[in-house]
C-alpha cells in the first residue's frame, strides 16, 4: 500500500487513544449496603513504626481493625476513627 496512507492512519489511532479517558463516561455501580459477611470480626494490625530509629523497634504500635456489618472501626494510638458504607 502507499505510505500516505498509513501516516493519517497511525495519526488518528494515536489521537483516538489519548481521548479515550476523555471520552469514557464513569457509570456508578449499586451501592453496597453490607460487607461480606466473611470479613466480619476483629483483626490486630501489626505494623512498623514510621521511624524506627526514634522509637524502640521491639515495640510495635497496636491497632485494630473491627469490620462490622455496615462500618469499619480502626482503633490506634491516633484514636479512635469509624469508616461507614454510608458515608
Not at 12 to 27: G, K, Y
Amino acid at each position: 500500500m502507499n505510505p500516505r496512507f498509513y501516516l493519517p492512519a497511525i495519526y488518528f489511532l494515536i489521537v483516538l487513544s489519548s481521548c479515550t479517558m476523555i471520552l469514557s463516561t464513569n457509570v456508578p455501580g449499586k451501592q453496597e449496603k453490607s460487607l461480606p459477611k466473611e470479613w466480619i470480626g476483629r483483626y490486630k494490625i501489626i505494623s512498623s513504626p514510621y521511624f524506627p530509629e526514634k522509637r524502640d523497634t521491639a515495640q510495635h504500635e497496636k491497632e485494630y481493625a473491627i469490620f462490622e456489618s455496615d462500618r469499619i472501626i480502626w482503633e490506634s494510638a491516633d484514636g479512635t476513627k469509624v469508616y461507614s458504607l454510608a458515608d
